[in-house]
């Protein structure tokens, strides 16, 4: 009813809405004012995590996507090996595990069956297996050595938004306690990451309010057959994710590349106005990136493409090659995905609107997926 929806339109654009709520949430007593993170409902035993030789992170979907994050922030901040892996290919291919792994599963509903299977397997292997789930009591944490909850509420939409930026926020919990544990010297970088965090919810707040631009920009492509997505760094599953988004709600073809990857093929696609999403890392830090892919926004879009850019607020040296340009408020590396994927979420929302698809349950889809 529209009550339920909060006199929204649908659910999943309430849940869209709620993100800076559930991203609060998820944070709330974990950092305390020292920065010291409190992540003792994680039960896995402190001396258990200093032997963790390495991680594996499991999940599918868009749960795929946040783990891909993961990786990045996991190896970077505590130096220690992951991997992510999709859920239904895990077991198949006989992975290698022992006492020392400790698995991550990360999933909304906590039934998702691939998932479940996986984590299965991993912890016959031996391994350690933590849950992130935003599902109290689900078949994951159950059969999981430990859980950590997102607090995201019900997410009711089949396409998971609000879901995704808590399993975000929870993997670079997770990161951090593990490097806490573990006794990594905290530098600089990690410090203002901790104090950044604490302002992410804001943040994600002010994206919400600049998206009229990003609704009108989707409704006059409604009419196209392919979105590309590209990305690097952390951006390429922010790009993963947005395609998955488009994919689900317009039906349309939608793909994610790495951007380092053009030349060896995906650049073959690019022709007259095809819509190209980027999403551009910070200018500050590692901006070798950055000038890596504002070139592939100037040769693509000398190709005839139609450049939607995503990138940081008074970020003067991409803006020139930018057809549509999408600002996010300024962040650490690592930590943009949490800004950066809410566009393409009112994006595919608002084409698929356009398109006049059934938001809450695109077809052929299940909220969870309780079979192999
Ligand atoms: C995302 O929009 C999806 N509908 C889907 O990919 C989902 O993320 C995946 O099925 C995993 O679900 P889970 O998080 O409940 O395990």
Redesign the pocket.
């Known amino acids: 009813s529209a009550a339920e929806k909060g006199g929204y339109d649908y659910f999943m654009l309430k849940e869209i809405a709620e993100q800076p709520k559930a991203v609060a949430d998820t944070l709330l007593g974990r950092i305390d004012l020292a920065g010291n993170l409190c992540l003792d409902e994680v039960r896995i035993p402190a001396s258990v995590l200093r032997e963790v030789t390495k991680v594996v992170i499991v ?5 795929y996507h946040a783990g891909m994050i993961a990786k990045y922030a996991i190896e970077h901040w505590t130096r220690i090996p992951c991997e992510t892996e999709l859920a239904s290919e895990f077991r198949y291919r006989d992975p290698i595990l022992d006492q020392r792994t400790l698995v991550i599963a990360i ?3 906590g039934e ?1 069956m691939d ?1 479940l299977m996986a984590l299965r397997h991993a912890r016959e292997q031996g391994a350690k297996v933590l849950a992130i789930c935003n599902t109290n009591g689900s078949t994951i944490p159950r059969e999981s050595d430990a859980v950590l909850y997102t607090h995201a509420g019900p997410e009711v939409a ?3 938004t609000k ?1 995704f930026l808590t399993q975000l926020v929870a993997c670079y919990l997770v990161a951090l306690y593990l490097g806490q544990v573990r006794g990594t010297k905290w530098g600089d970088e990690i410090l203002s990451v901790i104090r950044e965090l604490s302002e992410i919810a804001t943040q994600v707040d002010e994206v919400l309010e600049t998206m009229e631009p990003v609704r009108e920009l989707a409704r006059t492509l409604a009419d196209k057959n392919t979105v590309l997505f590209l990305g690097r760094h952390v951006g390429f599953p922010v790009a993963l994710e947005g395609a ?2 488009l994919k ?1 709600l317009a039906y349309m073809h939608a793909e994610g590349f790495a951007a380092g990857e053009l030349k060896h093929g995906p650049i073959a696609l690019i022709e007259q106005d095809v819509p190209v999403v980027v999403v551009v890392p910070s200018p500050r830090g590692r901006s070798v990136l950055h000038d890596k892919i504002v070139s592939n926004i100037q040769e693509i879009r000398a190709r005839g493409a139609r450049t939607i850019v995503i990138a940081e607020r008074g970020d003067a040296a991409v803006a020139p090659y930018a057809d549509h340009l999408i600002e996010i408020p300024v962040t650490p590396t690592l930590l943009q995905p949490l800004v950066a994927t809410v566009p393409l979420q009112v994006f595919a929302c608002e084409l698929a609107t356009a398109r006049g698809n059934e938001v809450d349950q695109p077809r052929n ?1 299940a909220k ?2 309780t079979v192999e």
């Open positions: 999940a599918c979907g868009t749960a999933s909304q509903s998702t998932t089949v396409a998971s879901a998955l988004k689900e889809l969870s997926v």
